[in-house]
Nanobody, 125 residues
């Protein structure tokens, strides 16, 4: 499956953005879908994931209550709504997918086989 992330940009602190991840090649039904981010000079960080059945969602504590992950299997899309953005949210955001991952590994980057190219989110203070 190929993934294409989009929707990043420059936004002021407190603002909102909606990131999209378009999947192609096969349906994402049955795939766990996740968002990670990587700030300059830092390691890739888990943000949010939705499980293979779509029934479970997991969030990093740093974004809980501010970010929301959603998916539309019919459109082969995954979204990340970013609200109440902070300067420390500045990073390249990546979407990821995998159809064999188990729930306990949803937050583990190494467990995902498929990655998009990333979209840059910059939050100004």
């Amino acid at each position: 499956v190929q993934l294409q992330a989009s929707g990043g940009g420059l936004v002021q602190a407190g603002g909102s953005l909606r990131l999209s991840c378009a999947a192609s090649g096969r349906t994402v039904r049955g795939y766990a879908m996740a968002w990670f981010r990587q700030a300059s000079g830092k390691e890739r960080e888990f943000i949010a994931a939705t499980g293979r059945s779509g029934g479970s969602t997991v969030y990093a504590d740093s974004v809980k209550g501010r970010f929301t992950i959603s998916r539309d299997n019919a459109k082969n899309m995954v979204y990340l709504q970013l609200n109440s953005l902070k300067p420390e949210d500045t990073a390249v955001y990546y979407c990821a997918a995998d159809n064999r991952i188990i729930t306990s590994s949803l937050a583990t980057a190494a467990a995902y086989d498929y990655w998009g190219q990333g979209t840059l989110v910059t939050v100004s203070s």
